[in-house]
């Protein structure tokens, strides 16, 4: 039983995952959402960028939980002025609320995707307005004392929250929206020569970069990028993994001001003596390395131990 369901759930995503028939609406929707962001301040607090963790996972906690709550109140049942009845109505009426800030948070999260994702992301969406839609329905109906009609709408919200999360959890699970991209990346624990990304083959060398240049290079397969700063007496050499937390963006094409590395997708902001992420949409600070100069070949090597997802890494 459980192949042929996983082989038709595969199927039905596929669909979803191939077709560009809502993508000009995704698409508008996705530049709507985007405009705010501009705002660096609202983005970080979107973003989770404070928390270190994507906040739209923790943000639908609040409406999903008063809503389950209600369909447990509502299997229990009760007449229109009984406590089940009305603390259903009570708990409905908290998922609205609190669905606003979890429909933000997404939106933010959803304005970053491209392709599938953003489909997927889309219908994800949409389903969650009907099923908000549903819920409001219902809270309406119990006001004017139609409990009945609450209870079927309300059954109709929950059923459609179920879809909807589906497609959260693929996004999440399957595509790795939100997911720290270089989480299963790792570059060598022993100093090791880098290559540069022209040919391949050939060792960079100190005289090879240019100050306050970020620089893409190789060490065993990984991209980093390494970068050299400081004045004339005191020059610094610092590495970081070059694909950028967030989604992905090759930090080497960013730009280096005050310390830091701006990716150049969308402008996640990371400090390059440490890593650190000072501005979102990134929540995960950049990997960095230790890097140095031997007879004159950049070398670099994984600054703290390996984590545990880290012990089969992808190169
Ligand atoms: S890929 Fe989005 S900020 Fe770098």
């Not at 906040?55 to 229109?80: E, I, N």
């Not at 999360?165 to 996004?171: D, E, F, K, M, S």
């Not at 950028?244 to 730009?255: I, K």
Request: glycine share 12%.
């Amino acid at each position: 039983m459980t192949a042929p369901a996983n082989r038709l759930l595969d199927r039905l995503i596929a669909r979803v995952e191939n077709s560009d028939r809502f993508d000009r609406i995704a698409d508008a929707a996705a530049d709507l959402a985007a405009k705010p962001l501009a705002f660096r301040p609202l983005r970080n607090v979107l973003s989770g960028t404070a928390g270190g963790h994507p906040l739209h996972p923790a943000m639908v906690l609040a409406p999903m939980g008063s809503w389950l709550a209600a369909s447990y109140l509502d299997v229990l049942g009760g007449k229109t002025d009984s406590a089940n009845s009305v603390a259903a109505q009570r708990l409905i009426a908290a998922g609205l609320v609190t669905a606003a800030p979890a429909a933000l948070t997404g939106a933010s999260d959803w304005s970053y995707t491209t392709g599938a994702e953003r489909r997927v992301g889309f219908a994800h969406a949409v389903g969650n307005w009907l099923a908000i839609g549903l819920y409001a329905g219902s809270w309406s109906a119990r006001r004017q004392g139609h409990l009945t009609t609450g209870k079927y709408l309300a059954a109709g919200g929950a059923a459609l929250l179920g879809v909807t999360g589906w497609l959260g959890g693929h996004l999440a699970y399957a595509r790795g929206v939100g997911v720290d991209t270089t989480a299963f990346q790792v570059a060598p624990d022993e100093w090791t020569e880098v290559i540069g990304a022209g040919d391949g083959n050939s060792v960079v060398n100190i005289a090879d970069l240019v100050l306050d240049q970020p620089t893409l290079v190789h060490a065993d397969g990984v991209p980093v990028m390494v970068v050299l700063i400081g004045g004339a007496d005191e020059r610094q050499l610092l590495a970081l993994a070059d694909r950028c937390t967030h989604r992905g963006g090759p930090l080497h094409e960013g730009s280096y001001e005050d310390g830091c590395i701006v990716c150049p997708w969308h402008e996640s902001r990371f400090r390059v003596s440490d890593g650190q992420v000072l501005t979102g949409p990134a929540t995960r600070s950049q990997p960095t390395y230790e890097a140095r100069a031997r007879y004159g070949a950049v070398q670099v090597r994984r600054t703290g131990e390996t984590g545990s997802l880290r012990t089969n890494p992808v190169h």
